[in-house]
């Protein structure tokens, strides 16, 4: 069973508009969350990360928040633009590894 | 001017083959990761070596193995191909505190036919 979740395969949003794509996971002893942004035939890139010690953090048009109790994190992106338009992978680091989920496909419509 | 390089990208190959993807980073990371990505999307760790050593080895077939003959070097050998091998596999370095996340390579397309 996977270990991280993004039960959204894919998500559209209107320019300007905010884009929230969330991730749920299993392990509460993990170091910290990453996101990451694909572009076809492209590798992921880092976006933003979180640890474990925080509830959130923001750099630019981009929020991670991250609910404990819930075991659920989320990646906001305000105002959304089209060159966001990408899949989102979270993942998480826990010891030596990273276990990502499937990723979000994101299509910001202008 | 890429800081994680894999060649190639694409690589149809026949069944039984061997082949190898090469991966070069120029960052002055210490570990290096090779990653496959499935027909689900899911990313999923096969190998990374610190400092030549092999430190994580998740349960992938001994046909493949990762060759690091430096630290800016890992590249993937596969022998007996089989059909299943059929994937985009990811090559990545970071530093060994890799909470800044990885670097990705664009990513290898091996089409087993």
């Known amino acids: 069973d996977q270990q991280v979740k993004q039960n959204s395969p894919s998500l559209s949003v209107q320019e300007g508009r905010i884009s929230i794509l969330n991730c749920d996971y299993t392990?509460?002893?993990?170091?910290?969350f990453l996101w990451y942004k694909k572009y076809p035939a492209e590798g992921p890139t880092f976006l933003i990360s979180i640890s474990s010690i925080k509830d959130k953090n923001e750099d630019g048009r981009f929020t991670v928040f991250l609910n404990k109790s819930a075991k659920h994190l989320s990646l906001h992106i305000v105002p959304s633009q089209p060159g966001d338009s990408a899949v989102y992978f979270c993942a998480e680091h826990t010891g030596n590894q990273f276990y990502f989920g499937t990723g979000t496909s994101l299509t910001v419509i202008p | 001017d890429t800081a994680v390089s894999q060649t190639p990208k694409y690589l149809v190959t026949q069944m039984g083959n061997d082949k190898s993807i090469k991966c070069e980073q120029n960052l002055g990371h210490d570990t290096m990761y090779w990653y496959k990505q499935d027909s689900k999307k899911f990313l999923k760790i096969m190998f990374s070596?610190?400092?030549?050593?092999?430190?994580i080895n998740e349960t992938v077939p001994n046909r493949f193995s990762p060759k690091s003959p430096d630290k800016a070097h890992l590249n993937l050998h596969i022998n007996s191909l089989e059909l299943g091998d059929s994937a985009v596999y990811f090559c990545a370095s970071s530093l060994w505190d890799s909470r800044y996340g990885y670097t990705f390579g664009s990513g290898t397309r091996l089409t087993v036919v």
């Open positions: 070596y610190n400092n030549k050593e092999l430190i």
């Open positions: 392990n509460s002893m993990f170091d910290y």
